[in-house]
């Protein structure tokens, strides 16, 4: 089982670790040792949200297995020197975008991340004349803040948005029912990620690693499926007929 959802980061960064005996394994192992979700706020959210920071995380996350790992009997390597995360960008980029971008915009965009503390660095190892910084991650996957907290943001967008034109395509439902429904269906959201979707991924974590699935599509994917709970379907069944929109729901 993993450790719980991380709310401040706390130290990771300055951990810097480098054990003696065998510097690299390190680089395969810390993975264990950190959080499987950290909440995180909509601006360091941003930060991550960056085009190029949200190639290094996820490239991170996904990690690489290597002949080291093969015959250690490790799991894939999840810490990269700056260079490697160059060249994987590189490797991912068009010819046109790779002729603009260089080893020190990587470092540039590291920097943003170990502010944010979104990366650490996971350890100094000493390869030929270089202290060479190994970059890993502070978390498998960040959630924004509070589940709770973010859906009633886009609770009192819907509702702001949209409830003067449900009122006119709906004259017989009062306002105050539809600001109702709306404020059931982010409630029925909100349990549906703290006491379903959540617990899931904990349980099942190790199957997702060994699977190499992405956790953030994966939660992206399970939180649709979850709607078919019987109480949220209902409330979005009455959305549709609401919105007027020529889907069969019976």
Same mark, same amino acid.
């Given at each position: 089982?993993?450790?719980?959802?991380?709310?401040?980061?706390?130290?990771?960064?300055?951990?810097?670790?480098?054990?003696?005996?065998?510097?690299? %394994? /390190?680089?395969?192992?810390?993975?264990?040792?950190?959080?499987?979700?950290?909440?995180?706020?909509?601006?360091?959210?941003?930060?991550?949200?960056?085009?190029?920071?949200?190639?290094?995380?996820?490239?991170?996350?996904?990690?690489?297995?290597?002949?080291?790992?093969?015959?250690?009997?490790? %799991?894939?390597?999840?810490?990269?020197?700056?260079?490697?995360?160059?060249?994987?960008?590189?490797?991912?980029?068009?010819?046109?975008?790779?002729?603009?971008?260089?080893?020190?915009?990587?470092?540039?965009?590291?920097?943003?991340?170990?502010?944010?503390?979104?990366?650490?660095?996971?350890?100094?190892?000493?390869?030929?004349?270089?202290?060479?910084?190994?970059?890993? %991650?502070?978390?498998?996957?960040?959630?924004?803040?509070?589940?709770?907290?973010?859906?009633?943001?886009?609770?009192?967008?819907?509702?702001?948005?949209?409830?003067?034109?449900?009122?006119?395509?709906?004259?017989?439902?009062?306002?105050?029912?539809? /600001? %109702?429904?709306?404020?059931?269906?982010?409630?029925?959201?909100?349990?549906?990620?703290?006491? /379903?979707?959540?617990?899931?991924?904990?349980?099942?974590?190790?199957?997702?690693?060994?699977?190499?699935?992405?956790?953030?599509?994966?939660?992206?994917?399970?939180?649709?499926?979850?709607?078919?709970?019987?109480?949220?379907?209902?409330?979005?069944?009455?959305?549709?007929?609401?919105?007027?929109?020529?889907?069969?729901?019976?």
């Amino acid at each position: 089982m993993h450790s719980q959802i991380n709310n401040s980061g706390s130290n990771l960064k300055d951990k810097n670790v480098i054990q003696p005996s065998n510097p690299k %394994r /390190i680089l395969y192992t810390y993975w264990e040792t950190i959080p499987l979700t950290k909440k995180i706020n909509f601006l360091t959210n941003k930060i991550g949200s960056q085009p190029v920071r949200k190639f290094l995380l996820s490239y991170i996350r996904q990690g690489k297995e290597d002949e080291y790992s093969k015959t250690n009997n490790l %799991r894939r390597r999840h810490a990269f020197t700056a260079h490697e995360l160059y060249t994987a960008y590189k490797e991912e980029m068009t010819n046109q975008q790779n002729n603009k971008f260089t080893v020190q915009n990587i470092h540039f965009h590291l920097k943003k991340l170990l502010e944010a503390d979104l990366v650490y660095i996971v350890a100094l190892i000493v390869e030929g004349n270089h202290r060479v910084k190994y970059y890993g %991650r502070s978390a498998k996957m960040t959630v924004v803040q509070d589940v709770e907290e973010l859906y009633k943001q886009e609770q009192k967008i819907a509702i702001d948005t949209f409830t003067k034109l449900l009122t006119k395509l709906n004259p017989n439902v009062s306002e105050g029912e539809i /600001i %109702r429904i709306l404020n059931k269906t982010f409630e029925a959201k909100t349990n549906l990620m703290k006491n /379903i979707i959540f617990p899931w991924l904990e349980e099942y974590y190790d199957l997702t690693y060994d699977s190499n699935v992405d956790l953030n599509h994966l939660s992206e994917y399970l939180s649709g499926l979850s709607t078919i709970d019987t109480g949220t379907i209902q409330l979005l069944k009455t959305q549709v007929r609401m919105f007027k929109l020529p889907i069969n729901i019976d």
